[in-house]
């Protein structure tokens, strides 16, 4: 078990709404960015003098901007039906981390300074100055929020702590309070194309490596390019697919899928990353900034279609946002929506019967299936509404034997975040994420000791890297956590794969 | 008693005021304020009759909040449901001649009125009782439960107990529209009453009771889910596009 500075809850066979405990988080704040790390982001480098006039006016801005934010912050009738339903606060038992009490820190302020009643009787209403205990407050609960939207599914206005939060985190940055992660990955971005700054010779030392591992597996020569002008398909995919256990067997996968279905396609060094930090930090520019490099690389590679790989939020800007920030999309082939998720792409494969399976590749494995949040609640994949939770157990299906969904109020569109989406996926903020994934692993170990589940597949870069690090400190193994299509690579049977010695190998290889 | 007849009538004509132009300012805001991305709560509609299903769902049966706590639910709906039958009810006072389904109404009106009480007490219970709904009240949420708590209670005692001229209450009210201010009969029981809801009026627009049009403009529930068929941008977005 990893070893932690904090108490890790002990899992329960439900997960219990705990008594409010003030203040049990007030101590968790993640690094501030340093003037490095703002300035490429066209935000002051520190605390501005005049931060409170500043903010407010930042905040008024907002409100012009933003219907969601000035809706939300009128409508809330206190009612409670959030309270119970935040992974962190039912990991931390923070009344903070309630979703309604993590939007009244915006609300009080605005109660005070843009409503009639909290200008006249401020303690009548909860309305409070922007003092600088506020401004810290807001910087440690702000950032305890994942934007995974669970609160929204069960308000009865909708109002969705996400873009309060998104709002937040731009106020304050508009005032030099940023986050050190988010804000030096979208500096990495801008400067070497992806989150992870991995250059692009280093991409293509890679991916030849994947070539050649896939060779010697399957001995079939399938095809990870990068930079290839005139490719069908432009994938866009996070960069912790390049290199990162279990990402990497997902791009593996993608690879055979692409391959069986007989098109061409092609990375991009350009756009060597699909996540977009931008939509964390509440920034419309940067957000657009970090989106336009995908239609530049579109357009330079002269591609027909854009697919894009397993990440949660990264699928949130691509299916909801993307046709805003960087469309029209009129170049591209109109038989195919822009952009898809590979997973459609596979479903619609298998559904043409066009790939072959060997299921019991798979058969050392019990499967359970994660919703990433922003798949679930922010997207959707296919025609239908609800395609986004159907598809990928599809897939599942279709290259497992075993597989077995957790409770219900845990999956789909009530799923849990895995507690280290929305920024926060930075060992500053270990406690919380450990905290915060406890709803989730309550769900997963009540499959594993019922169904003997004994992995879980996500198709989210972040969810992936959160849970290979949370999950020892609950006593289970790290690689519990799959990539989905590490299950179609383990499954899929290539054309022209195992005509030879090979498969006598392989199986040399597992006796041993 | 031609000093509270004159009160009164200038307090409704005020409140009337307040509670439309606030409102009509509101709303307005709501409607000019743009809404830059497409971010519906999936799995959403994807088509306009879609989403008026679906809002539809959520005004009259509050979708969410069942899936949300079961019992804010049922106290929340109680009170809502009864409120909507109890103005239905009130119509007919402010209406010559009474239109047939009013009428029919009529006897539901008082079960409504009941509901209301008995709802917004359970409400207020749960403002104490579960520490987490305790510790996000602030005293306006205590105060609003108490006002229409008020309401409803004087409303129902003057339906049962101490019966007042609701003939005089009428002509009074339909004077008020042709500027003829006709005498209010003054029972302790109906000034309070009136003075409440002249209070509620005023308040409207300037409290959380803005969640009745605000549910209407929320982007999360009034999106049609189809981004990748329709570019959708807002204003001033484009403008960032032609920098």
Same mark, same amino acid.
Request: aromatic residues 12%; glycine residues 8%; hydrophobic residues 40%.
């Given at each position: 078990?990893?070893?932690?500075?904090?108490?890790?809850?002990?899992?329960?066979?439900?997960?219990?709404?705990?008594?409010?405990?003030?203040?049990?988080?007030?101590?968790?704040?993640?690094?501030?960015?340093?003037?490095?790390?703002?300035?490429?982001?066209?935000?002051?480098?520190?605390?501005?003098?005049?931060?409170? *006039?500043?903010?407010?006016?930042?905040?008024?801005?907002?409100?012009?901007?933003?219907?969601?934010? &000035?809706?939300?912050?009128?409508?809330?009738?206190?009612?409670?039906?959030?309270?119970?339903?935040?992974?962190?606060?039912?990991?931390?038992?923070?009344?903070?981390?309630?979703?309604?009490?993590?939007?009244?820190?915006?609300?009080?302020?605005?109660?005070?300074?843009?409503?009639?009643?909290?200008?006249?009787?401020?303690?009548?209403?909860?309305?409070?100055?922007?003092? +600088?205990?506020?401004?810290?407050?807001?910087?440690?609960?702000?950032?305890?929020?994942?934007?995974?939207?669970?609160?929204?599914?069960?308000?009865?206005?909708?109002?969705? *702590?996400?873009?309060?939060?998104?709002?937040?985190?731009?106020?304050?940055?508009?005032?030099?309070?940023?986050? +050190?992660?988010?804000?030096?990955?979208?500096? +990495?971005?801008?400067?070497?194309?992806?989150?992870?700054?991995?250059?692009?010779?280093?991409?293509?030392?890679?991916?030849?490596?994947?070539?050649? $591992?896939?060779?010697?597996?399957?001995?079939?020569?399938?095809?990870?390019?990068?930079?290839?002008?005139?490719?069908?398909?432009?994938?866009?995919?996070?960069?912790?697919?390049?290199?990162?256990?279990?990402?990497?067997?997902?791009?593996?996968?993608?690879?055979?899928?692409?391959?069986?279905?007989?098109?061409?396609?092609?990375?991009?060094?350009?756009?060597?990353?699909?996540?977009?930090?931008?939509?964390?930090?509440?920034?419309?520019?940067?957000?657009?900034?970090?989106?336009?490099?995908?239609?530049?690389?579109?357009?330079?590679?002269?591609?027909?279609?854009?697919?894009?790989?397993?990440?949660?939020?990264?699928?949130?800007?691509?299916?909801?946002?993307?046709? *805003?920030?960087?469309?029209?999309?009129?170049?591209?082939?109109?038989?195919?929506?822009?952009? &898809?998720?590979?997973?459609?792409?596979?479903?619609?494969?298998?559904?043409?019967?066009?790939?072959?399976?060997?299921?019991?590749?798979?058969?050392?494995?019990?499967?359970?299936?994660?919703?990433?949040?922003?798949?679930?609640?922010?997207?959707?994949?296919?025609?239908?509404?609800?395609?986004?939770?159907?598809?990928?157990?599809?897939?599942?299906?279709?290259?497992?034997?075993?597989?077995?969904?957790?409770?219900?109020?845990?999956?789909?569109?009530?799923?849990?975040?895995?507690?280290?989406?929305?920024?926060?996926?930075?060992?500053?903020?270990?406690?919380?994420?450990?905290?915060?994934?406890?709803?989730?692993?309550?769900?997963?170990?009540?499959?594993? &000791?019922?169904?003997?589940?004994?992995?879980?597949?996500?198709?989210?870069?972040?969810?992936?890297?959160?849970?290979? +690090?949370?999950?020892?400190?609950?006593?289970?193994?790290? $690689? &519990?956590?799959?990539?989905?299509?590490?299950?179609?690579?383990?499954?899929?049977?290539?054309?022209?794969?195992?005509?030879?010695?090979?498969?006598?190998?392989?199986?040399?290889?597992?006796?041993? | 008693?031609?000093?509270?007849?004159?009160?009164?009538?200038?307090?409704?004509?005020?409140?009337?005021?307040?509670?439309?132009?606030?409102?009509?300012?509101?709303?307005?805001?709501?409607?000019?304020?743009?809404?830059?991305?497409?971010?519906?709560?999936?799995?959403?509609?994807?088509?306009?009759?879609?989403?008026?299903?679906?809002?539809?769902?959520?005004? =009259?049966?509050?979708?969410?909040?069942?899936?949300?706590?079961?019992?804010?639910?049922?106290?929340?709906?109680?009170?809502?449901?009864?409120?909507?039958?109890?103005?239905?009810?009130?119509?007919?006072?402010?209406?010559?001649?009474?239109?047939?389904?009013?009428?029919?109404?009529?006897?539901?009106?008082?079960?409504?009125?009941?509901?209301?009480?008995?709802?917004?007490?359970?409400?207020?219970?749960?403002?104490?009782?579960?520490?987490?709904?305790?510790?996000?009240?602030?005293?306006?949420?205590?105060?609003?439960?108490?006002?229409?708590?008020?309401?409803?209670?004087?409303?129902?005692?003057?339906?049962?107990?101490?019966?007042?001229?609701?003939?005089?209450?009428?002509?009074?009210?339909?004077?008020?529209?042709?500027?003829?201010?006709?005498?209010?009969?003054?029972?302790?029981?109906?000034?309070?009453?009136?003075?409440?809801?002249? =209070?509620?009026?005023?308040?409207?627009?300037?409290?959380?009771?803005?969640?009745?049009?605000?549910?209407?403009?929320?982007?999360?529930?009034?999106?049609?889910?189809?981004?990748?068929?329709?570019?959708?941008?807002?204003?001033?977005?484009?403008?960032?596009?032609?920098?």
């Amino acid at each position: 078990m990893a070893k932690a500075t904090f108490e890790v809850p002990a899992l329960t066979q439900y997960t219990e709404i705990p008594a409010v405990t003030p203040d049990a988080m007030a101590h968790s704040a993640p690094f501030v960015a340093k003037a490095d790390f703002q300035k490429p982001l066209g935000f002051p480098g520190g605390l501005v003098d005049d931060w409170q *006039t500043t903010a407010i006016a930042k905040m008024r801005e907002l409100l012009g901007r933003y219907r969601s934010l &000035q809706v939300y912050l009128d409508s809330c009738v206190k009612c409670g039906a959030c309270t119970d339903k935040c992974h962190y606060y039912l990991g931390t038992k923070d009344p903070k981390n309630m979703p309604v009490g993590r939007q009244d820190l915006m609300r009080k302020v605005y109660r005070r300074y843009f409503t009639l009643a909290g200008r006249f009787f401020p303690k009548l209403v909860g309305a409070e100055d922007f003092t +600088k205990e506020v401004l810290d407050d807001w910087y440690s609960y702000y950032h305890q929020c994942s934007q995974c939207r669970r609160c929204s599914v069960f308000c009865p206005y909708g109002i969705d *702590t996400a873009e309060i939060s998104m709002a937040a985190r731009e106020i304050m940055d508009s005032i030099g309070v940023g986050q +050190k992660y988010c804000n030096e990955i979208i500096g +990495k971005v801008y400067k070497i194309g992806n989150n992870l700054g991995l250059p692009g010779p280093a991409l293509e030392d890679t991916l030849e490596g994947l070539e050649e $591992d896939v060779y010697d597996e399957t001995g079939v020569k399938v095809r990870y390019p990068i930079d290839e002008e005139g490719a069908e398909i432009l994938l866009v995919t996070p960069s912790a697919d390049f290199f990162a256990e279990p990402h990497v067997d997902g791009l593996i996968g993608y690879g055979k899928v692409f391959h069986e279905a007989g098109v061409t396609w092609t990375l991009s060094s350009h756009a060597s990353e699909a996540a977009n930090f931008g939509m964390f930090i509440g920034s419309y520019a940067n957000m657009r900034r970090v989106a336009q490099r995908i239609r530049e690389a579109a357009i330079q590679l002269k591609v027909k279609r854009i697919v894009f790989g397993e990440c949660g939020h990264a699928w949130r800007v691509a299916y909801s946002f993307l046709n *805003t920030l960087a469309g029209p999309w009129d170049f591209l082939d109109p038989r195919y929506p822009v952009p &898809q998720h590979i997973c459609e792409f596979t479903f619609d494969l298998i559904q043409q019967g066009r790939l072959t399976f060997d299921k019991s590749e798979n058969d050392d494995k019990v499967l359970t299936y994660h919703d990433s949040c922003n798949v679930a609640r922010a997207s959707r994949m296919g025609d239908t509404p609800g395609g986004q939770f159907e598809i990928p157990r599809a897939i599942i299906r279709a290259t497992c034997n075993h597989f077995y969904d957790m409770d219900e109020d845990t999956i789909r569109d009530r799923t849990f975040c895995c507690g280290g989406g929305g920024g926060l996926l930075t060992d500053d903020l270990m406690e919380l994420r450990v905290k915060g994934a406890k709803p989730r692993l309550d769900a997963l170990n009540n499959v594993m &000791q019922e169904k003997g589940v004994t992995h879980m597949a996500a198709i989210c870069a972040i969810c992936k890297s959160q849970f290979t +690090k949370v999950l020892p400190y609950y006593g289970m193994e790290m $690689d &519990q956590i799959v990539s989905l299509h590490q299950l179609v690579s383990n499954a899929i049977v290539l054309t022209g794969q195992g005509d030879g010695d090979l498969e006598d190998e392989d199986e040399t290889d597992e006796a041993a | 008693m031609a000093f509270l007849t004159g009160f009164y009538a200038l307090l409704f004509y005020f409140a009337a005021v307040v509670l439309v132009t606030g409102l009509v300012f509101k709303i307005q805001q709501y409607a000019r304020t743009p809404a830059p991305l497409k971010i519906p709560t999936t799995p959403a509609p994807t088509t306009r009759g879609g989403v008026i299903f679906r809002m539809m769902r959520e005004v =009259v049966l509050f979708e969410s909040l069942f899936r949300g706590n079961k019992w804010t639910w049922i106290f929340g709906w109680m009170f809502h449901f009864g409120l909507f039958l109890v103005t239905l009810r009130h119509l007919r006072y402010f209406i010559e001649p009474v239109w047939f389904p009013i009428q029919l109404v009529q006897p539901f009106g008082i079960y409504g009125g009941m509901a209301m009480v008995v709802g917004l007490a359970g409400l207020w219970v749960r403002r104490f009782f579960v520490d987490r709904v305790r510790y996000i009240s602030a005293p306006s949420d205590h105060l609003i439960l108490a006002l229409l708590i008020l309401i409803g209670c004087s409303g129902l005692m003057m339906k049962f107990v101490f019966h007042t001229d609701v003939v005089a209450i009428k002509t009074f009210f339909l004077g008020l529209y042709a500027f003829d201010v006709k005498p209010l009969p003054s029972d302790p029981l109906l000034l309070l009453h009136l003075l409440l809801v002249a =209070v509620l009026m005023i308040v409207f627009p300037y409290s959380k009771l803005l969640h009745a049009p605000g549910l209407f403009f929320s982007p999360s529930r009034n999106q049609a889910d189809n981004p990748r068929e329709r570019r959708h941008i807002a204003p001033w977005a484009r403008q960032l596009e032609q920098e």
